[in-house]
């Protein structure tokens, strides 16, 4: 301040200011930077704000850092991210330097940089919170901990296209330097750019707008004004729109009526039409001036000019050769609406390319015309990384896929997903986008409807891997079909189930007599029955596809079958008949009923009282439907079992059936969910007779595919204490056969299968919470490493489950129990079938007096152990009477051991309860043996409460007992030849089980066997076999029950034993 004469002078450090008080000059004031005291690091800003983007790539965004002094010491930054983040880091940015250092003396500026990686999920803005401290080394660094904080915003710029889009053509704010517009003028003064205060002048000015505008003022030149001219550059119309509209602001005075203004438009830049007339109402001041209001988005339809490429708007000002006021413009735009494109033409060469990385939704468009293509909806979060996606073939109509024929035929379009990671069991949901024309072309072409028959095929390396059914929606005038998916890569096809199923053989056609062509077909063949066909009469029938036409009917007889690979439709009509099986391959194959389809099942010959467990082979039976004649109908709730306590005290290591209060059984009379089990009573009623019943599933079509089932999983104590509780019940849902191993191994919380016989009627004396409790003693099991017939009677279960059959299971945890078709068998009559190389010896223990007793089942495996194996080793049953094999250290009780390999040193602890008071004579025998160690084996029981050693080959072994469990009282032994014999004797020879329910196994230890004769008390010879091998086994189901004697000649010499045939 030179010249100044200062009066006083004073500094204030709060904000480094200086005031100083002049002589006639007034109060000066400045403020000055103050020199640092401290090497302070900072960041040079605190906030930052980025766009997203929509593609694969990333944006480095780098934030300097500044030290106010030159530290005594190197200073070390390091950088962290703060958790009030709300941007996920490694997927949304990434933090690429972690730390900088300052050198000692240095004032050198030092960068942070944040990576921000792009994506195409629909969002909100994120932020990105980073931290620093410093470590000073010794020095005298220090963080300024005003400016040690740096928040980035992170902005979407991902949105869900809308039907409906608005395009801008045309527009002009006047805020730039260059403006998209002309001007003329009949004087030397037209429109000028400019505010309010550069435009106004003595009698006119504006109010209403504080930024820049066009304007044109007659009061400041009193000039001519009468065709002031302001004119945008061209505007192209031409598009795919259905509406368009002109706005814009004005201030026009109109205070004079000569004062005109007015709009223009032109579709040739040279002849015009007036489109609109202004008015406005000006605040008149006095003296001849007036103030101009600004009147904003004054809108005029253009919707006429659709189409035309050379569009002009023009705002007319006439002072009307008067002295007037003027007139100002502002905001021009030009928009034009209309649905929004959908990509019809490919486009592979030029994909869109999204970021997949998180659970979201995010939608592709054409790069080029950001016409939509799809949406991907990530459900469960999985990073797909960068996905291309195209539309890979295009058109309105629709051909073949791998062959497929009318109607059969899959839409011209089609969409390939390339991401850079792949899953087979992720969760996606697709939205593709089509014109009408695409969709409705699939329909005139195959007759079919969109809703009804449409289907997605996701193809990976020229197969397809999944299908999905379809949801249906529209996007304005135009389609989106909705699929679900495991994985996102192929190229998706939309056609039919029918289309997907690659059938390479041609189509095979019968007529009721004969195939056209020649040959039967097979699993390779479409097959259309246009004429009668019947399995027992034709032949097995095998197929990939199958129709049966409208008049003509398939019978799928007894012991016969019909396997499908694909789908089933079904015009007239399909019978499978009592054990007779239907198989189809194909998980996602349907059955399309149009006519009728029948799957009859028969009872055995039940008693008055006698139950079944059943289910139902098709999709919408009802227990007033194919159970209406039954007089009870039960259903099973897992959630109100509670083991009946006075079971459980009896059987306190065994499965128990027994309910507390018998509330988990409940008439039921509602629809059958398909894969569960019923009790089902078919008699008339309590009391009424028993018989044979016949049942009839008609309603819905056949069961295919996955079949889901909730498991109940109590958990009352310990896991044993648990399963024992969790009883589910089950029914094989499909009109064939299944596996009982499959399904065991298919679910990991099943270790064994529950079946209920029909031998023992309800009773008094049976433990249970009801007047008349049905017994234990009826349930027969199995699991992977065989089955044990029910205590009462009757044969182990084999590996199959038929169709309709109930079963229970105890489960080992909470989850879906699934059925599929790969468990689906074509023959549900063979007898055992091995699943592994074991050996196996059935022991039952039986008693006279009241016919009780049960069977035990041992053995030895390669794929099992000593100790306990889930799904081979079973808790036996709560039997009256029950023979149970140990661990080696004497705790469980099993009704079903697997053991490891065989070795003739193995010794297996046993016990056995009984329930009955009386002390009563029990036998142990040999009920059947399997695997070739033990057919050549000697088995010994060593009974340990008598010091009793008994050849089980040779003899059964007879004992006493009363009222009790006794663990560890036997033992089981093994050996490779009979212990002290030399020479071939009678004891050479084994024979077992004796008594013989018909299946008899005949052993010869030391010499091959070289013929059998059966003999009857008469002495008639009624069977013969010719031997060759040292183990034999022989059907006397046919014989009656006698007893009977048998001859066996060996290579040794010849013995003969007694048999008796019950």
């Known amino acids: 301040m030179s010249d100044v004469k200062v009066l006083s002078f004073d500094f204030r450090s709060a904000d480094n200011t200086i005031l100083a008080a002049t002589f006639g000059r007034g109060m000066f004031t400045g403020t000055f930077e103050a020199a640092a005291s401290d090497p302070e690091i900072s960041f040079d800003t605190t906030t930052g704000t980025t766009i997203e983007g929509s593609n694969c790539s990333y944006t480095d965004y780098d934030v300097n850092l500044s030290i106010a002094l030159g530290a005594s010491a190197d200073a070390d930054v390091n950088f962290s991210v703060n958790g009030s983040s709300t941007a996920t880091d490694g997927i949304d940015f990434e933090l690429m330097t972690s730390s900088v250092t300052f050198p000692a003396g240095s004032t050198s500026t030092q960068t942070m940089t944040v990576r921000v990686y792009e994506d195409g999920i629909l969002e909100g803005d994120e932020s990105v919170v980073i931290d620093f401290t410093v470590n000073a080394n010794g020095g005298d660094a220090v963080a300024n901990t005003s400016a040690d904080t740096f928040t980035l915003t992170i902005n979407n710029d991902d949105d869900a296209p809308n039907s409906v889009s608005s395009t801008t053509l045309y527009s002009e704010d006047f805020e730039g330097g260059s403006y998209n517009v002309t001007t003329s003028s009949n004087s030397g003064t037209p429109w000028a750019v400019g505010n309010t205060a550069t435009a106004s002048s003595t009698y006119w000015d504006t109010t209403g707008n504080s930024t820049n505008f066009a304007f044109t003022n007659d009061d400041a030149c009193n000039c001519d004004k009468s065709n002031d001219r302001l004119t945008t550059t061209v505007i192209d119309m031409n598009g795919a729109y259905s509406s368009a509209s002109l706005s814009f602001d004005h201030a026009f005075a109109d205070v004079i009526a000569a004062e ?59 002072d009307g050769n008067d002295w007037s006021y003027g007139m100002a413009v502002d905001n021009i735009l030009v928009t034009a609406s209309g649905n929004t494109g959908v990509q019809t033409a490919v486009n592979t060469g030029t994909p869109d390319q999204l970021n997949v990385n998180q659970m979201g939704t995010a939608y592709a468009q054409d790069p080029g015309t950001n016409d939509v293509m799809t949406a991907i909806v990530d459900n469960d979060g999985f990073d797909y990384g960068c996905v291309d996606v195209a539309v890979s073939r295009s058109g309105t109509g629709a051909q073949a896929y791998n062959g497929s024929v009318l109607p059969d035929l899959v839409a011209d379009k089609t969409f390939t997903f390339t991401p850079s990671n792949t899953t087979s069991s992720g969760d996606n949901t697709l939205i593709f986008f089509f014109e009408e024309a695409e969709i409705a072309g699939w329909e005139a072409a195959t007759g079919l409807n969109r809703n009804a028959d449409l289907v997605i095929g996701r193809e990976v390396g020229a197969a397809i891997l999944e299908t999905s059914s379809v949801t249906i929606g529209s996007f304005g005038s135009n389609v989106t079909v909705l699929g679900n998916f495991t994985g996102l890569e192929g190229t998706y096809y939309f056609g039919t189930s029918d289309s997907f199923v690659g059938c390479a053989g041609t189509v095979k056609t019968w007529n009721g007599s004969s195939w056209s062509p020649v040959g039967a077909p097979d699993t390779t063949n479409p097959v259309v029955l246009a004429g009668n066909y ?64 029948n799957v009859l099942l028969t009872s055995p010959n039940l008693a008055s009282r006698d139950f079944m467990v059943m289910g139902s082979p098709m999709s919408a039976e009802t227990r007033t439907g194919v159970w209406n004649s039954a007089f009870l109908v039960l259903n099973h709730d897992t959630n109100n079992f509670v083991p009946n306590p006075a079971v459980a005290a009896a059987f306190p290591l065994a499965e128990n059936f027994a309910d507390d209060n018998y509330d988990n059984w409940n008439p039921y009379s509602g629809a059958i969910t398909v894969g569960e089990g019923y009790i089902v009573r078919p008699q008339a009623g309590y009391g009424q007779p028993g018989g044979i019943f016949n049942f009839t599933y008609e309603q819905g079509t056949l069961n295919n595919g996955v079949v889901n089932f909730n498991v109940i999983y109590n958990t009352p104590g310990t896991p044993s204490e648990n399963k024992n509780a969790s009883p589910n019940i089950v029914a094989n849902p499909y009109a064939s056969a299944i596996s009982a191993v499959d399904f065991i191994n298919a679910n990991a919380m099943v270790d064994e299968l529950y079946f209920w016989e029909h031998n023992t009627p309800p009773s008094q004396s049976m433990p249970g919470a009801g007047a008349m409790n049905f017994s234990m003693e009826d349930i027969s099991m199995r699991n992977l490493f065989g089955g044990t017939a029910a205590a009462s009677g009757g044969t182990a279960p084999t590996e199959f489950i038929s169709t309709g059959q109930g079963f229970g299971f105890k489960a080992n945890a909470a989850g879906t129990a699934v059925f599929n078709n790969s468990m689906r068998r074509t023959d549900n009559n063979d007898t055992f079938r091995n699943s592994m190389d074991a050996d196996r010896i059935w022991l039952k223990v039986s008693e006279a007096t009241y016919e009780m ?47 490891g390999a065989f070795e003739t040193s193995a010794k297996i602890p046993m016990g056995f309860s009984t329930l009955i008071d009386a002390e009563l004579e029990y036998t142990i025998s040999m009920e059947n043996v399997e695997g070739a160690n033990l057919d050549l084996a000697t088995v010994y029981l060593m009974d340990n409460q008598l010091g009793i050693l008994t050849d089980l080959t040779a003899e059964d072994y007879l004992f006493r007992s009363g009222k009790g469990t006794y663990p560890g009282r036997f033992t089981l032994l093994f050996e490779q030849s009979p212990l002290g014999v030399t020479e071939f004797n009678e004891n050479s020879v084994a024979m077992y089980p004796n008594p013989s329910d018909g299946q008899l196994t005949i052993i010869s230890k030391q010499a091959l066997v070289e013929t059998i004769t059966v003999y009857d008390l008469q002495g008639r010879k009624v069977m013969t076999y010719e031997g060759g091998t040292s183990v034999v086994h022989i059907n006397m189901s046919h014989l009656n029950a006698s007893v009977y004697f048998v001859e066996v000649k060996t290579t040794e010499g010849t013995v003969n034993k007694r048999i008796i045939k019950k």
């Open 534 to 597: 019947s399995t027992l009469t034709h032949g097995d029938l095998e197929a990939c596809t199958l129709t049966v036409n409208a008049g003509n009917t398939l019978t799928v007889g007894a012991s016969s079958y019909a396997l499908i690979h694909g789908n089933i439709t079904v015009d007239g009509s399909l019978i499978v008949e009592h054990q007779g099986s239907l198989v189809q391959e194909d998980n996602d194959a349907i059955v399309t009923n149009n006519g009728t389809i």
């Open 853 to 899: 007793g049960n069977t035990t089942l041992v053995g030895f495996s390669e794929v099992t152990s000593e100790e306990e194996d889930a799904g081979y080793d079973t808790r036996r049953l709560a039997t009256v009477v029950s023979l149970f094999s140990h661990l080696q250290d004497g705790t469980k009780e099993f009704g079903i051991q697997a053991l």
């Open 260 to 318: 005109a203004g007015t709009v223009r438009i032109s579709t040739n830049g040279t002849t015009y039409t007036t489109i609109q007339t202004l008015s406005n109402t000006s605040i008149n001041n006095g003296s001849g001036s007036y103030t101009t209001p600004w009147v904003n988005t004054v809108t005029v339809d253009l919707s006429t000019y659709i189409g035309q490429s050379t569009v002009y708007i023009q705002f007319l000002y006439n």
